[in-house]
């Protein structure tokens, strides 16, 4: 089945200690996402890639960054988590303009 | 700069019963999804509206948009447990972006 994945569901690390989510999809859809979701809160949108173009919402701190080498991939790197950045990390992808079809989420603890 | 309001934000309610949860947006769209989440897990897609006057149907649930009103609704008939969760609209913007609105939590009782 089609589908988006990621990995891992569970990510632990300590402060300021650098850490890679990982994001992959067999749709072959065009744009990838990455929502960061908090308790009770709805899906707060880092940024995209409408395919190779990045696009950075403006108040993602920069210690969030992301990578696309192909299609099928999209990495969300967190350069030094803080204890505000523990959430549920978000994967989406899209074929242009429609439907978005979301992973099974990362869940980031920072001790 | 796009706004969505939902409303109410948290509804607990008997089973068997109707209710109606409200999405308001506050600039133009013709792009609105509705979106089911169960507790720590993520989203998944109920409806897309792409037009309007749009309305679509799946079991106890149904969606409608009302573009010049900037409003959708979703009912739900007939409420069971099954249906406790947290419910999101999200609206399209030109940017190939969604917001999401608050989110509705709502509860099922038996």
């Known amino acids: 089945d089609a589908m988006v994945i990621q990995n891992p569901r569970y990510q632990v690390t300590q402060f300021g200690k650098p850490v890679t989510l990982s994001c992959s999809q067999t749709?072959?859809?065009?744009?990838m996402y990455w929502y960061q979701q908090k308790s009770s809160q709805a899906p707060k949108l880092l940024f995209h890639y409408y395919d190779k173009d990045f696009n950075n919402e403006a108040d993602t701190p920069d210690n969030f960054q992301s990578r696309r080498p192909n299609t099928s991939f999209c990495f969300l790197d967190i350069r030094s988590p803080g204890l505000g950045d523990a959430a549920m990390y978000l994967c989406a992808t899209s074929r242009d303009f429609n439907e978005q079809f979301f992973g099974p989420g990362t869940r980031l603890t920072v001790l | 700069e796009l706004k969505v309001e939902q409303n109410p934000l948290f509804l607990s309610m008997q089973e068997g019963k109707n209710y109606t949860i409200y999405c308001n947006y506050s600039t133009t769209s013709d792009r609105l999804y509705w979106y089911r989440q169960d507790p720590g897990k993520s989203l998944e897609s109920l409806f897309v509206?792409?037009?309007?006057?749009a309305v679509k149907q799946e079991g106890r649930l149904m969606a409608s948009l009302d573009t010049k009103a900037r409003l959708s609704t979703l009912h739900i008939t007939a409420a069971v447990h099954d249906l406790s969760a947290t419910y999101f609209c999200?609206?399209?913007?030109?940017?190939?972006?969604?917001?999401f609105g608050t989110g509705t939590r709502l509860k099922v009782l038996a």
């Open positions: 749709l072959n859809h065009n744009v």
């Open positions: 509206l792409l037009s309007n006057g």
């Open positions: 999200a609206v399209g913007t030109g940017t190939y972006k969604y917001i």
